[in-house]
Nanobody
Framework: QLQLVESGGGLVQPGGSLRLSCAAS????????IGWFRQAPGKEREGVSC????????NYAGSVKGRFTASRDNAKNTVFLQMNSLKPEDTAVYYC????????????????????WGKGTLVTVSS
């Protein structure tokens, strides 16, 4: 069974940092583009970041560029999202998702392009 499991969410004060992890089981992430998405209450799911299978290229939504960094450790079958300078508007359930894209050098932030999803982890930014 192909699974993605997110972890690392929690409550953090504005200006703080969190590091999300996305661990895969049942398949190897080496050949997959990984995306990070979020959904706030009453809002549509939006793309936050993505990283290509090699880890050589990433893409970020304008709202998080310069604050969030995606990385991956294929040896550990895990992808990470480092989130710094968090703002209350970053509060959401964060999901990782995967799509088979061996050799692709670019990635996009469209949720509909992904076909394996985790169940999400809640990030709350509040004082």
């Amino acid at each position: 069974q192909l699974q993605l499991v997110e972890s690392g969410g929690g409550l953090v004060q504005p200006g703080g940092s969190l590091r999300l992890s996305c661990a895969a089981s049942g398949f190897t992430l080496d050949y997959y583009t990984i995306g990070w998405f979020r959904q706030a209450p009453g809002k549509e799911r939006e793309g936050v970041s993505c990283i290509v299978s090699s880890g050589g290229n990433t893409n970020y939504a304008g709202s998080v560029k310069g604050r969030f960094t995606a990385s991956r450790d294929n040896a550990k079958n895990t992808v990470f999202l480092q989130m710094n300078s968090l703002k209350p508007e970053d509060t959401a359930v964060y999901y990782c998702a995967a799509v088979f894209r061996l050799g692709f050098r670019v990635c996009g932030l469209d949720p509909q392009s992904m076909n394996i999803w985790g169940k999400g982890t809640l990030v709350t930014v509040s004082s």
